[in-house]
Nanobody
Framework: VQLQASGRALVQSGGSLRLTCVAS????????MGWYRQGPGKQRRFVGS???????QYADSVKGRFTISRDNAKNTIYLQMNGLEPEDTAVYYC????????????????WGQGTLVTVSS
């Protein structure tokens, strides 16, 4: 199973950007998916997540600005980021819990390689 994120960009403060992450490989079913980010010199932190039935939750720092959505037919998760601020500069990682067979035990968490978002002031 691989997660491939795209959307790396340099944007100005106040701008918008959409990140995309596509899961591929031996996927029987996709469950929760989400985004984390790691700013310069900081720990990786939760940004938001979405369940298989489209229930989303967000970190307080991005509520009202970021929106997560998913397309189950395409094994894809999106992160729409509006009102970007320099503090949003980070490498963004997507993650997904993937079941690779009918066995419930065959479910693991996978991570994408990260995509850099830089917001200039």
């Amino acid at each position: 199973v691989q997660l491939q994120a795209s959307g790396r960009a340099l944007v100005q403060s106040g701008g918008s950007l959409r990140l995309t992450c596509v899961a591929s490989g031996s996927i029987f079913s996709l469950h929760g998916m989400g985004w984390y980010r790691q700013g310069p010199g900081k720990q990786r932190r939760f940004v938001g997540s979405i369940t298989a039935d489209d229930s989303a939750q967000y970190a307080d720092s991005v509520k009202g600005r970021f929106t997560i959505s998913r397309d189950n037919a395409k094994n894809t998760i999106y992160l729409q980021m509006n009102g970007l601020e320099p503090e949003d500069t980070a490498v963004y990682y997507c993650t997904a819990r993937v079941r690779t067979s009918r066995r419930y035990a065959d479910a693991n968490d996978y991570w994408g390689q990260g995509t850099l978002v830089t917001v200039s002031s």
